[in-house]
Nanobody, 129 residues
Framework: QVQLIESGGGLVQAGGSLRLSCTASGTTSDYDAMGWFLRAPGKEREFVAAIGWSSGRTYYGDSVKGRFTISKDNAKNTVYLQMNSLKPDDTAVYYC??????????????????????WGKGTLVTVSS
C-alpha cells in the first residue's frame, strides 16, 4: 500500500503563488512516478503535472505549462508543485497521485505518465480575483 499526504493549499489572490507538497510512505516500490490532478467544482478530474521518480522526466497539462513546475526530493519521498501566476480558474482540490511512465510513439517526447489507484485526500486551492 502507498499513502500520500498533501499539504500547502490555501487562499491566494490572482497572480500569486503557492507550493504544494506530497509525501509518500508505505510500499514506495509500487510506483516510479508521481503526479498531481485537480478537480474543479462541477468539472471532471484534470491532469496537472507529473514527474518520473528515477528518470526525472516531467509532464504538464496544457493549462499549466509555463506557470507550474513539478519537482521532487527522493530522499524525502516528496514531490512539489510550484504554482505561479495563479488564476481564478485554477481554483480546485488538488490531488497527489502515484503512478508510472510508459513508452509511446504517439506522444511528444516518447513517454507519458499514467496514474495508478493511489491518491491523497486532496488539498484545496482557492484563487480569488
Amino acid at each position: 500500500q502507498v499513502q500520500l499526504i498533501e499539504s500547502g493549499g490555501g487562499l491566494v489572490q490572482a497572480g500569486g503563488s503557492l507550493r504544494l507538497s506530497c509525501t509518500a510512505s508505505g510500499t514506495t516500490s509500487d510506483y516510479d512516478a508521481m503526479g498531481w490532478f485537480l478537480r474543479a467544482p462541477g468539472k471532471e478530474r484534470e491532469f496537472v503535472a507529473a514527474i518520473g521518480w528515477s528518470s526525472g522526466r516531467t509532464y504538464y497539462g496544457d493549462s499549466v505549462k509555463g506557470r507550474f513546475t513539478i519537482s521532487k526530493d527522493n530522499a524525502k519521498n516528496t514531490v512539489y508543485l510550484q504554482m505561479n501566476s495563479l488564476k481564478p480558474d485554477d481554483t480546485a482540490v488538488y490531488y497527489c497521485n502515484a503512478g508510472g511512465e510508459a513508452i509511446s510513439d504517439h506522444v511528444e517526447g516518447g513517454y507519458y505518465y499514467y496514474g495508478m489507484d493511489y491518491w491523497g485526500k486532496g488539498t484545496l486551492v482557492t484563487v480569488s480575483s
